[in-house]
Each structure stands twice: as C-alpha cells, then as structure tokens.
T-cell receptor, first 117, second 111 residues
C-alpha cells in the first residue's frame, strides 16, 4: 500500500529559529500533498495544499511567509516554519492522496511534533 | 466553517461492547471516509463509503451513510482495547479536492 514518510517526528527549537519538516511518498508519486496542523484533542486543520512544481495553495488565515511549502519533486514536499515562536508549537501532519478502488484516499505521515521554547 | 461534527466527543466502553460514532457534514459529497488516529500519530484510512451507498462493512466495522440527513455512523463491534484511538470522518466537497475532517470521537476501550 501507499506509504508516506514524515520526519522529524519530534523537534525542539529555540524561538526565532526555522524548522524544516519533510514529507515523502515512498512508493507512489504524489502530485498533491496536504499539510495539516493539529492541536491537542482537536481535529485536523488544513493549512495548505502543496502542488508539485507550482506554488502551494494556502488556507485562509495561514501565513504564507511563516509556513513555507516547497514541493520540488513528485515524492517530496517540505514545510518550513520560519522564525518559530512558542505559539507555533503544534503537531504537523502531511498527507498525500492515493487511489484506492477508484477513489482517492489520504495516506498520512506519522506527524511531527514541534515544540518551540 | 465547513468542518463536520462528530458525536460523541468522547466515548468510554468495556471491551467486547459495541462503539457507535456519528458524523454530520455540511456539503454535497462524492464519498465519506473514516480515519483512525492513535495518540501522537498520523491518521490511518479505515473505510470509504460512496454517496450512492447506504451501508458498508469491513471486518468489525460497519458504516452507514444518509445523504438526505448529511450524516454517517461508524460502528465498531466487539471492541478491543487496541481500538482505543480517535476516529475522524472526512469528506470531499463535490467539485473540490479538499478533505474536511470532522471534530473527532475519542474512543477508550477498557480491558
């Protein structure tokens, strides 16, 4: 089945630094990947849609300059949290759409927990 | 907000009992999917039901869909401690590519 690898799984950084999270589709090509943010005991909030070879599409209220998304190949999308602050601490999850029995389902990475001190 | 709602928000049952979770959504859909999330992990796809289907089974899972009421339910029969997780429904609005997740149900199965 489709596998998405996401790393790092945990990262702790100082306020003001930038953090990059990678999301790779291991056995399929993903022209579109999605980045979500999740707060404790809450649902997933779609941040942006990453399209291979073009600019990401950001959801309303998500700062483009804060959360830089790059999708340079069909198997890799990266999310960079720039100048991170404590309020950026969260669980970030990427996913890619893969076909299953004629419909698209999401395959998720294991998530990255970011803690900004 | 386009986000769907699930109820209950939290559910605690004994091993062997059945667990039922409900999901309501707001827009027309092509299909509805259920996902499971273990604590601190990514989500795993469980089952998909298309808009022209009313019921679907997969192992101990049974999903129903009522498009007139814009609602779905997930039933887990003979629950096990390993079923402890959060469960989310997800929909894609017709004409879009975005998955909208429900608020989730946190299920705890006590051994």
């Amino acid at each position: 089945g489709a596998v998405v690898s996401q790393h790092p799984s945990r990262v702790i950084c100082k306020s003001g630094t930038s953090v990059k999270i990678e999301c790779r589709s291991l056995d399929f090509q993903a022209t579109t990947m999605f980045w979500y943010r999740q707060f404790p005991k809450q649902s997933l909030m779609l941040m942006a849609t990453s399209n291979e070879g073009s600019k990401a599409t950001y959801e309303q209220g998500v700062e483009k300059d804060k959360f830089l998304i790059n999708h340079a190949s069909l198997t890799l999308s990266t999310l960079t949290v720039t100048s991170a602050h404590p309020e950026d601490s969260s669980f970030y999850i990427c996913s890619a759409s893969a076909a299953l029995s004629g419909a698209n389902v999401l395959t998720f990475g294991a998530g990255s927990r970011l803690t900004v001190l | 907000s386009q986000q769907g709602e699930e109820d209950p928000q939290a559910l605690s049952i004994q091993e062997g009992e059945n667990a039922t979770m409900n999901c309501s959504y707001k827009t027309s859909i092509n299909n509805l999917q259920w996902y499971r999330q273990n604590s601190g992990r990514g989500l795993v796809h469980l089952i998909l039901i298309r808009s022209n289907e009313r019921e679907k089974h997969s192992g101990r899972l049974r999903v129903t869909l009522d498009t007139s009421k814009k609602s779905s339910s997930l039933l887990i029969t003979a629950s096990r401690a390993a079923d402890t997780a959060s469960y989310f429904c997800a929909t894609i609005s017709s004409g879009t590519y975005k998955y909208i997740f429900g608020t989730g149900t946190r299920l705890k199965v006590l051994a």
